[in-house]
Nanobody
Framework: QVQLVESGGGLVQAGGSLRLSCAAS????????MAWFRQAPGKAREFVAV????????SFADSVKGRFAISRDNAKNTVYLQMNSLKQEDTAVYYC????????????????WGRGTQVTVSS
């Protein structure tokens, strides 16, 4: 079992930045590809970013490419999502997820999920 706890969400003005953290416990994080997803009110959960087990490969949704960065510190069992140039449409609950088998942007591939952290971007 892997337990994931997100933190770092909050209220920020458009154009601002936030850094989300996802702390893992229970298993060694380096065995898992890690991703961030988000869900806005009334919308389906969507992929945001993914990072490979070693951290050497990353992918992003087109909507956040160039503004968001994903990184990981396997020694600290933590994954980060740096969000810059935030827009109102980035408002959502952000979830981190762990996948033992595959580097994937599909939420159905992920085995473990955190409870999420709210990000609200005001105008």
């Amino acid at each position: 079992q892997v337990q994931l706890v997100e933190s770092g969400g909050g209220l920020v003005q458009a154009g601002g930045s936030l850094r989300l953290s996802c702390a893992a416990s229970g298993r060694t994080l380096s065995n898992y590809a890690m991703a961030w997803f988000r869900q806005a009110p009334g919308k389906a959960r969507e992929f945001v970013a993914v990072i490979s087990r070693s951290g050497s490969t990353t992918s992003f949704a087109d909507s956040v490419k160039g503004r968001f960065a994903i990184s990981r510190d396997n020694a600290k069992n933590t994954v980060y999502l740096q969000m810059n140039s935030l827009k109102q449409e980035d408002t959502a609950v952000y979830y981190c997820a762990a996948n033992f088998l595959a580097y994937s942007s599909k939420d159905s591939d992920y085995d473990y999920w955190g409870r999420g952290t709210q990000v609200t971007v005001s105008s």
